[in-house]
C-alpha cells in the first residue's frame, strides 16, 4: 500500500487527487508543516522535493550549460541519475539529453495551433 505523507497544500492535493483518480490503494500519514514535520528525517527521506528539479536538468547540455562549472550541482545530479526510479524513468526515452533542433513555423502551427489564426 502505497504511504501519502501528505500536508493540505496543492501538492499534495495534487497527490491525493491522482491516487484517487488511478484508484490505487493508499494510506495518509498526516504532516504539519506548522510544526516543521516535513524536516524530519524520515519526510526528508521520502521527499520529492529531493528530486524534483531532476527533469528540469536532465537536458542541460541543451541549454549550453556544463556541469563541470558546477561541482556540486554535478554531484546532486549524477546521485539523482542513478537512483532506481529515475533510471525506470527515463528508460527508453531517447535523445532526452541532446539539444533540442529549430522547429518550422509550419511545426509550430501544428503543436500550438495559434500561429496561423495569428498570421492569417
Given at each position: ?37 516535513q524536516?524530519?528525517?524520515?519526510c526528508?527521506?521520502l521527499s ?21 562549472d ?8 549524477e546521485?539523482?541519475?542513478a ?38
Amino acid at each position: 500500500m502505497i504511504e501519502l505523507y501528505f500536508a493540505a497544500t496543492p501538492n499534495g492535493l495534487k497527490a491525493k487527487l491522482f491516487l484517487e483518480e488511478a484508484q490505487l490503494p493508499y494510506r495518509v500519514i498526516p504532516v504539519s508543516l506548522g510544526k516543521g514535520e516535513q524536516f524530519k528525517p524520515e519526510c526528508l527521506a521520502l521527499s520529492p522535493n529531493n528530486i524534483a528539479c531532476y527533469p528540469w536538468i536532465v537536458t542541460y547540455e541543451a541549454h549550453g550549460q556544463n556541469l563541470a562549472d558546477f561541482p556540486h550541482l554535478k554531484r546532486w545530479f549524477e546521485s539523482m541519475a542513478a537512483r532506481p526510479a529515475a533510471l525506470r524513468t527515463y528508460e527508453g526515452v531517447e535523445n532526452v539529453h541532446a539539444p533540442k533542433q529549430a522547429i518550422s513555423e509550419e511545426e509550430r502551427d501544428e503543436l500550438f495551433k495559434q500561429g496561423a489564426k495569428i498570421r492569417a
